[in-house]
């Protein structure tokens, strides 16, 4: 990088050197919650932005700017920068590094801080900031605060390059979030003018996609020999389970050793010949379910009870296969076998043609395609050759349920959209029903939480319109509950003059959290009591609150106005309430 005049404030130089090399290494997205402490950073990135190396994004609040970092993330596969001050500020991204940390989602957390002098004395906005995060970060590093000596723009750029390396996990297989904490001391900044030249490197974002995301590594294989792939033989009843984050690697797996796909709704995997859509129903079943003797899962399960237990069961043997993570997906810790990357061998692949390889695949993927067929029968509008009849009419207008709401969600949703659901009912209910498609699904099951659901819907539409490719026309739709929306209704204020995200918030509005009426403990306690500290009603007017944060907003009732909605063109931010009988 060629010599950058010194600013007079070392604050200024070192977030100069610091940012310059991260726009070398490749990140493009920077997300800055305003603060005093951290101004140098932000006031660099300005600059940035200006000169048209970074998408900066400002947010309010710290703890939707984490989930708009992942968000991005998620979407680009690079990692994102989140920048903010000291004090609370920090604390407010924990629950973003935490997802990110279960999710192996490269995150990189630029944490300004008070110097050392003044730690300990009950400073002003001080407090133990290193180290706060703990396990969940994959590097920590408790920078002094510059003083202009020669070798600050040295120690910038190794310290970047040693954090990108750490959040993406080129060297460790295990992608997640890092933490600099910097430590600046007034003046804590100084104008500065920045050129493209000045930051070498890519010239801007138009050379973005040549600059990769991370090291690709040869995939090992850990408690299951030296072989970089894990071949797993014929013989065993087999089925396939893809998680959160399986990809298509698990249905191309699934699809060579003709086994049967049991896949989530998140999983990247639910399409093909092999899928089974019905699985929970049919891993209850004791005809098919109870007949599995060997498992291979690929990514997280998280939806269902069945799958946990049937791997726990006596006589099943279990294959996990992840190709990155430090942690291992182990229910009761009964699987023997980890791999990084794992293939069907000869003899999978030639049982797979036999009648009895034929017959158990056929079974699952049939029987799920009949308990489909069945539900959506139920629920189907058949138009008459003399037009619609009385009965059809009340059909197309009867109220909206929530399998009407995912089944038509899903039917509106097409390859150049994104989906992301909440971490709560209604991704459980598209589990259980909808079929195949690939499609591009998300959400947070790293840790199943609720919070910060609308800003990772932010981050991944912003990242998915962004340049002339095929996915940068299309609509990202997130499907929450009302608790969901209105747990992290900070993220719906959005910053003037940056660009807003072609996003549709589709809320199942049923005026509480009616996923622990599912729970074994509505069968017992008190309903009052239920409805008090579980249910959480609440009565919020949805079409204010969007007018408050400037979002369009529409409601709809009935099957048909839903379908109308859908379908609509979508230009900019929206919400659209579903109003559901609890």
Request: with cysteine.
């Amino acid at each position: 990088m060629p010599d950058i005049v010194a600013s007079g404030s070392p604050a200024t130089d070192f977030s100069v050197s610091l940012l310059g090399e991260f726009v070398r290494l490749g990140v493009r997205d920077v997300v800055l919650s305003p603060g005093a402490r951290s101004q140098a950073l932000a006031l660099v990135c300005a600059e940035l932005e200006r000169i048209g190396l970074i998408r900066l994004h400002v947010r309010l609040d710290e703890r939707g700017a984490g989930f708009l970092a992942l968000g991005l993330a998620v979407e680009s596969g690079r990692p994102a920068l989140v920048v903010c001050t000291s004090g609370t500020a920090v604390a407010n991204l924990h629950p973003a590094v935490l997802e990110a940390n279960h999710s192996g989602v490269p995150m990189i957390l630029l944490t300004a801080d008070r110097p050392s002098e003044l730690r300990g004395i009950r400073s002003n906005q001080t407090t133990l900031q290193p180290g706060l995060f703990g396990v969940a970060t994959r590097l920590c590093v408790d920078a002094p605060a510059p003083e202009g000596a020669a070798a600050e723009p040295g120690d910038a750029i190794l310290l970047a390059r040693q954090a990108t390396d750490a959040a993406t996990g080129a060297t460790t297989l295990d992608p997640g979030p890092v933490q600099l904490n910097l430590a600046f001391r007034e003046p804590l900044s100084a104008p500065v003018t920045l050129t493209p030249e000045a930051i070498s490197g890519p010239a801007g974002l138009a050379e973005s996609a040549a600059v990769p995301a991370a090291v690709p590594v040869a995939p090992v294989v850990a408690a299951a020999g030296t072989a970089p792939v894990f071949l797993v033989t014929g013989g065993p009843r087999t089925v396939v389970i893809a998680g959160t984050g399986a990809g298509p690697e698990a249905e191309e797996f699934a699809r060579a050793g003709g086994w049967p796909l049991l896949a989530e709704v998140c999983s990247g995997a639910r399409f093909g010949p092999n899928l089974v859509s019905a699985y929970r129903e049919l891993l209850l079943a004791s005809d098919l379910g109870g007949r599995v003797e060997r498992v291979v899962v690929f990514g997280h399960p998280t939806l269902s009870r069945e799958v946990p237990a049937m791997i726990q069961r006596e006589g099943v043997e279990t294959v996990v296969v992840a190709p990155s993570g430090a942690e291992w997906y182990n229910p009761g810790h009964r699987v023997r076998v980890f791999a990084r990357a794992a293939a069907p061998d000869d003899a999978a692949v030639s049982a797979a043609d036999t009648p009895e390889g034929r017959e158990w695949l056929g079974r699952w993927v049939m029987s799920s395609r009949h308990l489909l067929a069945a539900g959506a029968a139920r629920e189907s509008i058949p138009i008459s050759d003399r037009g619609i009849t009385r009965e059809e009419l009340a059909a197309m207008r009867a109220p909206v349920t929530r399998p009407m709401l995912v089944d038509a969600v899903w039917r509106a949703s097409w390859p150049h959209d994104r989906l992301v659901f909440g971490a709560s009912r209604l991704v459980r209910v598209a589990d259980r029903r909808v079929p195949g498609k690939k499609i591009s699904v998300h959400s947070n099951r790293g840790l199943a939480g609720i919070d910060g659901t609308v800003a990772t819907a932010v981050g991944i539409a912003l990242a998915s319109q962004t340049g002339p490719t095929p996915q940068s026309t299309g609509v990202t739709r997130l499907v929450v509950g009302d608790l969901t929306l209105l747990h992290d209704v900070g993220s719906l204020l959005l910053t003037p003059g940056e660009a807003l995200p072609r996003l549709q918030i589709i809320v199942g509005n049923d005026g509480g959290g009616t996923i622990f009426d599912g729970l074994e403990v509505a069968a017992s306690a008190r309903a009052e009591a239920i409805n008090r500290v579980l249910f959480t009603p609440q009565r919020a007017d949805l079409a204010n609150l969007a007018a408050a944060y400037g979002w369009s907003y529409g409601q709809v009732a009935t099957r048909s106005d839903l379908e109308r909605a859908l379908t609509a063109p979508h230009a900019g931010p929206s919400i659209l309430e579903v109003p559901l009988v609890r």
